[in-house]
């Protein structure tokens, strides 16, 4: 974690964390991961992560890390731990853990990645919603309660949520939904639960309402919540109030749940601010109006409106229209341009305004002269040359023949508005560009990867090795039925085609099943299917809802065509050899029968006695050789070659091999060593035969003819030791790793067939007879030492 942090403190967003929220839960993601990979292939890895990944990505959004960031942060660690790995002294290659190790962290940042899109794209929905709600709500009377609802729609466990704004001091209950507050009732500010939360401007959270001590307030004491959630509403250093939410069912509120409650309570503070202003705007048109109406009638009215002129908190400024100069400013306009109220004063009206602003500047006087009002937004300039924009709205006042005398206008700065909306594009922008990175990176993947949402089953999102994979292009579906209409209808491998319930995305999106490379037909356009391997997994918030689930398909079309030709041309090969070796018997028997009945003639000349010896050894050359056929069938096609295990000693069997041998051989030499033990156990002495015959008959045919080939048996304990050794030219290493493997013969030195049998089968019935009687065989060949076969059979069956 040390090599990591200092990698990934390079990161913007991590730069400024202190290390306990950097580090987050990773140490705990390893520590699993550690226990998968000496687990192995027993567990499994996405069930063996948890939640780890899923809190890591909310805390990451909640802290500014954009998706690329979070797993730029899986990819370093990822690569510091294969680094110090690699590393290490004695370092051991384990291909299971090392596949564990990378399938775990590949699920770690898919879950991350899921996670964080999905909390992202949740948390932008909702403040998309509270923007809406907020365009039909002109004052917080109106725009509260709405914000309040969308809340308690967006977050489930909601049961009651209030928003209490500051007035002289003391927080007030402006707007309540469900059981909990009431609308009037005053918290004073540093008591109670609400009265914390603003003194000290921090989110608070407590676990049971009725008993924590923090929460005096007696109607959220009786309200009967479990959790209690509050915030404030800030902006920058002023505080406005804070927003509360409850909940009955659940003492904890997630991760996911706060971040998102943070979030809205941002966004309301900026809305909330804007309705404020919309308030006062509309309070001091109202004003102006009247106070202008009263300025007409008397003198008295005119001190009146000369008092709210110069107390409104909105800009106001009289305009002579016939010289159309500023005629006279309140403060607030006057501060809002960065000048006193009489710097103001008979200076040109176009002068207030951006000079890139002045060209419309008609247009709008030509409006506010024909009709009793107008409003319009435009770009002013401050005495500093920076410019803000405004909201304006203009009355015309008209003398009895009906020219326009002067015209009154009332200003509100709206760069607090324009920033709220630029911030919802931004965030509307963020959303879009975090789709295409996350498209991007599943356009990596060789795995077709596509996504749907719950409970409709809508496809959102597809890789292009999808489109690849099926040959049509991807369109986003409504349902799951759309699917099928889209895509065409699946088959199992068997042909029975797939119902929409039995699809394994539907299965994962309405019982949250997990399915794991389940075989499936796609058809494509031209009539052909494919097959693939189709893998899905639902997506569960918080609260084990789910809310949406992944598939991966993998194409293994051609690894399935290329696996039957193979198993049915093997199967027809071994099949063919049983059938033509058990009937090769009855002929060869016939013949073996007639040569021994003519060796055994006294009248047969000794030319003719000499030809039908031959006819006799090449048949029984025959029956070694269909033997040996039948012995592979059996192993192929059977189970492997049987063992009929009984008491015996290993020493006699040796010495009849060897004794055979020096009479098929007898122009060589061999020699038999039997060192000092004990030789009895349970073993198929004939099968025990067959290898001593069959490893001598190797040696002797393959070393030269003055070589001599001896044997040696030795007592290893629980095993007996056998050893078949000739000098000569040494196997080939690129030969040694096929040596037992059937029909390797004749250009293999050193090795191959047994004796003279010439099929190359000798040895593979060697290690399949050795195999069976739970032994193993050994094989080293240099120049100098020659070549030694080396077989250890275990005195009593492996589990006796």
């Not at 939904?177 to 609400?194: I, K, L, R, Y």
């Not at 030795?714 to 790793?737: K, M």
Request: charged share 25%; proline share 5%.
């Amino acid at each position: 974690m040390s090599a990591w942090e200092v990698e990934v403190r390079r990161i913007p967003a991590a730069q400024a964390l202190p290390r306990l929220a950097l580090r987050d839960g990773l140490p705990r993601l390893l520590e699993v991961v550690a226990t998968l990979m000496r687990r192995g292939a027993h567990g499994s890895v996405e069930a063996g992560l948890g939640e780890i990944p899923d809190r890591h990505a909310i805390e990451r959004l909640g802290e500014g890390f954009d998706l690329r960031q979070v797993v730029t942060e899986y990819r370093l660690l990822r690569a510091c731990v294969l680094r110090l790995w690699t590393r290490r002294e004695n370092a051991i290659h384990l291909p299971e853990a090392e596949r564990v190790f990378h399938e775990a962290m590949d699920e770690a940042v898919a879950a991350s990645v899921s996670r964080y899109s999905l909390a992202r794209e949740r948390t932008l929905q909702a403040l998309d919603r509270i923007s809406t709600a907020a365009l039909g709500s002109a004052d917080a009377a109106g725009l509260l309660p709405r914000l309040l609802q969308v809340l308690r729609e967006t977050v489930a466990v909601v049961d009651v949520a209030a928003v209490l704004l500051l007035e002289d001091g003391a927080l007030r209950v402006e707007s309540v939904v469900g059981n909990g507050m009431a609308v009037g009732d005053v918290v004073p500010v540093g008591e109670g639960f609400t009265g914390t939360v603003a003194a000290t401007r921090q989110p608070l959270l407590v676990h049971d309402a009725g008993s924590d001590r923090r929460v005096s307030e007696p109607s959220l004491r009786d309200a009967g919540l479990s959790a209690l959630l509050g915030a404030p509403l800030l902006l920058g250093e002023q505080l406005l109030g804070v927003v509360l939410m409850g909940s009955r069912a659940t003492r904890e509120l997630s991760e996911e749940d706060q971040f998102l409650f943070r979030a809205m309570a941002a966004r309301t503070t900026a809305l909330l601010l804007q309705a404020q202003a919309h308030a006062r705007e509309r309070e001091a048109r109202a004003e102006a109006e009247a106070s202008l109406a009263r300025l007409r009638k008397s003198e008295a009215g005119l001190r009146r409106w000369e008092q709210v002129f110069k107390r409104l908190g909105v800009g106001v400024a009289v305009v002579d229209a016939a010289e159309e100069r500023l005629s006279e400013v309140n403060p607030a306009f006057a501060r809002m341009h960065g000048f006193a109220p009489e710097e103001l004063t008979g200076r040109r009206l176009e002068d207030i305004f951006a000079p890139e602003a002045r060209g419309v500047l008609p247009r709008h006087v030509a409006a506010a002269n024909s009709k009793p009002s107008h409003e319009y937004e435009s770009l002013h300039i401050r005495k500093d040359g920076t410019r803000f924009p405004a909201f304006t709205h203009i009355t015309a006042f008209k003398d009895a023949a009906g020219r326009v005398e002067q015209r009154v206008a009332t200003v509100v700065d709206i760069t607090q508005r324009r920033a709220v909306e630029m911030d919802r594009q931004r965030l509307l922008s963020a959303i879009e560009a975090e789709r295409a990175r996350l498209a991007s990176v599943l356009d990596q993947m060789p795995a077709g990867v596509f996504i749907a949402d719950a409970p409709s089953g809508r496809l959102v999102m597809a890789s292009r090795q999808v489109e690849v994979i099926t040959g049509k292009p991807f369109q986003p579906s409504s349902s799951m039925q759309d699917y099928l209409v889209d895509y065409g209808v699946s088959l199992h491998p068997d042909g029975k085609p797939y119902s929409m319930e039995a699809l394994p995305l539907a299965r994962s999106l309405r019982h949250g099943e997990v399915v794991q490379g389940e075989e499936m037909l796609i058809p494509r356009d031209d009539g052909q299917y494919v097959t693939v391997l189709l893998s899905s997994s639902p997506i569960l918030d918080r609260e084990g809802t789910i809310i949406a689930a992944v598939a991966t398909m993998v194409d293994v079309s051609e690894r399935r065509r290329a696996q039957e030709a193979a198993l049915q041309a093997a199967r027809f090969g071994e099949r063919l050899i049983a059938i033509v070796s058990h009937d090769l018997r009855n002929p060869l028997n016939a013949i073996q029968l007639s040569a021994t009945q003519l060796l055994h003639s006294e009248a047969l000349p000794e030319r003719e006695r000499r030809l039908v010896t031959r006819i006799a050894r090449s048949g029984d050359r025959m029956k070694r050789m269909i033997s040996e056929l039948l012995d592979f069938t059996r192993g192929r096609l059977g189970g492997g070659i049987p063992i009929q295990r009984a008491a015996s000693d290993l020493r006699s069997v040796v010495r009849l091999g060897v004794e055979e041998l020096e009479a098929a051989w007898p122009e060589r030499k061999l020699a038999l060593r039997v060192e000092p033990g004990r030789y009895e156990g349970e073993w198929d002495a004939d099968r025990l035969l067959q290898v001593v015959s069959n490893l001598g008959g190797n040696a002797l045919q393959y070393s030269p003819a003055d070589a001599p080939v001896s044997f040696t048996l030795s007592d290893g304990g629980a095993s007996v030791v056998l050893e078949v050794h000739n000098p000569g030219e040494p196997i080939a290493p690129e030969t040694l790793p096929r040596l037992f493997d059937p029909f390797r013969r004749g250009a293999i030195v050193g090795a191959g067939g047994s004796g003279s049998s010439g099929l190359g089968l000798g040895l593979y019935i060697v290690e399949q007879v050795v195999k069976g009687h739970g032994g193993r065989i050994e094989v080293t060949s240099t120049a100098q030492a020659g070549t030694t076969f080396r077989v250890a059979l275990p005195r009593l069956p492996t589990g006796g």
